[in-house]
């Protein structure tokens, strides 16, 4: 069973501070995915990393995938109240076509 | 594009009862997926279609879930009997499964389920 384990599992921060999150396994995935799942609604995709080493940012969120694609991390830059939520990691392995997924990192932004 | 469409968001039974769930894909995606989301935890998948047929049923509990796809589109999950456990967010998933990566799953809103 390839296991996903995300830290921490709770973050609560002031507004305008930077954090980041880790994804971890001892496995490798050809594909890792970064969602944010808001309370009452389904996860939804941020981003998708597949080169060993990529890095995406998406406005002020830098997501990096480990050279050996068995770990990624996401980092938040100048955190607004509107990041709020649960960050999922989720890996694919290959040829599989299905998500393997972490328990998450839930996010509080304190105004 | 219409994203993936769930019903009802929520419900609430008395354990022992029955609940179906619908999920309509996003058109055009051959690949369904149904995921159980409990409450601190991350989503665990129970089946994955691909058109109408099983691709893998094997964390089904199949003594009380069933699911099916006919005609390849809309899928339906039923519960029968619930019990207390099964108390959960029950997502829908669809990916379109191309030879070439990304690979990207996309959820529907989900539905709260409530077995009192």
């Known amino acids: 069973t390839q296991l996903l384990e995300q830290s921490p599992q709770f973050l609560s921060i002031q507004e305008g501070e930077n954090l980041t999150v880790y994804c971890n396994s001892s496995s490798v995935f050809s594909s890792l995915q970064w969602y944010r799942q808001e309370p009452g609604e389904g996860p939804v995709l941020l981003v998708t990393v597949v080169t060993g080493g990529e890095v995406k940012k998406l406005k002020r969120l830098t997501f990096q995938f480990g050279d050996a694609r068995k770990d990624s991390s996401l980092h938040i830059t100048a955190a607004q109240p509107g990041d709020t939520g649960l960050y999922l990691c989720a890996g694919e392995r290959a040829g599989s076509y299905q998500l393997t997924f972490g328990k998450g990192t839930k996010l509080s932004v304190i105004p | 594009e219409a994203g993936v469409a769930q019903s009802p968001r929520y419900k609430i039974i008395e354990k022992r009862q029955s609940v179906a769930f619908w999920c309509n894909p996003i058109?055009?995606?051959?690949?369904l997926y149904w995921y159980q989301q409990i409450l601190g935890q991350g989503p665990k998948l129970l089946i994955q279609f691909q058109n109408n047929g099983v691709v893998d049923d094997s964390q089904l509990p199949k003594d009380r879930f069933s699911a099916e796809r006919l005609k390849g589109v809309d899928s339906t999950l039923k519960i029968q009997p619930a019990k207390l456990e099964d108390s959960a967010v029950y997502l829908c998933a669809s990916s379109l499964v191309t030879g070439g990566h990304p690979y990207e799953q996309y959820f529907g809103p989900g539905t709260r389920l409530t077995v009192t």
């Open positions: 058109s055009g995606h051959a690949t």
